[in-house]
């Protein structure tokens, strides 16, 4: 079964990088973009509104980091992981925020930009329902 993914990050071309990664994988229905998490938030935040079953997450944005986003859509869904996967994407190098995606419990993992097709689809394999 195909899922849906959304990928919150600031970089427009690193959003048509991933896009193109998406495609080439062929397990996704469906994929969104959202360019800072208070974008994503005020979206998530409605109830009714259905979270994508993976989202890859960039901690260095400008308003809301990732980490801020990740914060409050605990406090906004606080079971949101029985149901949505996330993994932190970065070009970050720093062994504090390594250490900081594993004391999230909702973080299923923490990943070097850039993503590539082989990773994406072990992702999608590993997630599947």
């Known amino acids: 079964m ?10 427009k071309i690193y959003q048509l990088i991933i896009k193109k990664v998406v495609e080439r994988t062929s397990e996704f229905d469906s994929m969104c973009f959202y360019d800072d ?3 994503a938030i005020e979206i998530f935040k409605s109830p009714e509104y259905v979270l994508p079953e993976i989202i890859l997450l960039d901690i260095n944005m ?5 980490w801020q986003f990740l914060d409050n859509l605990i406090a906004l869904r606080p079971n949101f992981h029985l ?15 390594r250490d900081k995606a594993e004391s ?7 990943l070097s930009k850039p993503l590539s ?12 329902k």
């Open 2 to 11: 195909k899922k849906d993914i959304c990928i919150i990050d600031d970089d």
């Open 37 to 39: 998490g208070i974008e």
């Open 62 to 66: 400008p308003q809301m980091d990732g």
């Open 83 to 97: 149901q949505t996967i996330i993994y932190i994407v970065t070009s970050s190098i720093a062994h504090s925020d």
């Open 104 to 110: 999230y419990k909702e973080v299923s993992g923490f």
């Open 117 to 128: 097709v082989e990773k994406l689809k072990e992702i999608a394999v590993k997630h599947r």
